[in-house]
């Protein structure tokens, strides 16, 4: 069955520096993968996917993450941190239709903090 | 685009009585799913729709939860005889399978029952 494990419950950097968000996922066959953000009180917003095109993915806000298949990993970083960016970041792995598996599996979470 | 819609915001409840929850999908869209979200945690799923017919149920969804999409378009997910456990957060998402089926989240629905 499909999985993701997220690394890391919680990241706290510093404002302008880099962000890395780690995502390590485990799939029987060629996944799709996305990484989703949730601010407080607000809906889940996709950030970016990754769909078997190119292997790096840039996304909204700065945000890019790479697909590496050795190493079973999509880390989302970002070079520059701003205060805005502090959300709860959700690595997220699905499969092609007919496969008979659930269409999402969410990891449980990354809190980032960002400090001015 | 006005984005996927969920309705109430917010329910406070007691224990043993029935809510329904609404939940309008982007208008193009052909699938719309549920997912429940407890603190602390990634969301869950529960079920999903193609058009009318519901295609999919999770395990979590006991026979207390029912979910209807009666002509393709909006949904609601009712929850009879409710019990503490079931307080969590109930998302929404929608999406096109001639659109690279990329889900659309709406903003939830936050039950508590007391």
């Known amino acids: 069955a499909q999985s993701v494990t997220q690394l890391d419950s919680h990241v706290s950097v510093s404002e302008g520096t880099p962000v890395l968000l780690r995502c390590n996922y485990s799939?029987?066959?060629?996944?799709?993968l996305f990484w989703y953000v949730q601010h407080p009180n607000k809906g889940l917003q996709l950030l970016l996917k990754?769909?078997?095109?190119?292997?790096l993915v840039k996304g909204i806000n700065g945000f890019e993450a790479e697909f590496k298949k050795s190493e079973t990993s999509f880390h989302l970083t970002k070079p520059s941190a701003h205060m805005s960016d502090a959300a709860e970041y959700f690595c997220v792995v699905t499969l092609p239709w007919n496969s008979g598996n659930t269409p999402l599996v969410f990891g449980k979470g990354t809190r980032l903090s960002v400090i001015a | 685009d006005t984005g996927v819609s969920q309705n109430p915001r917010h329910k406070i409840t007691k224990r043993g009585q029935n809510v329904t929850f609404r939940c309008d999908p982007i208008?193009?869209?052909?699938?719309l799913y549920w997912y429940r979200q407890t603190l602390g945690q990634g969301p869950e799923f529960l079920t999903y729709?193609?058009?009318?017919?519901?295609?999919?149920k999770s395990r979590l969804l006991s026979d207390r939860f029912s979910a209807e999409r009666p002509k393709g378009s909006f949904s609601t997910l009712e929850i009879q005889r409710t019990e503490q456990g079931d307080s969590a957060m109930y998302l929404c998402a929608s999406s096109s399978s001639k659109g690279g089926d990329t889900q659309y989240f709406g903003p939830g629905t936050r039950l508590t029952v007391l």
């Open positions: 729709f193609q058009n009318e017919a519901q295609l999919e």
């Open positions: 799939s029987s066959y060629s996944p799709s």
């Open positions: 208008s193009e869209h052909n699938r």
């Open positions: 990754y769909t078997s095109a190119a292997t």
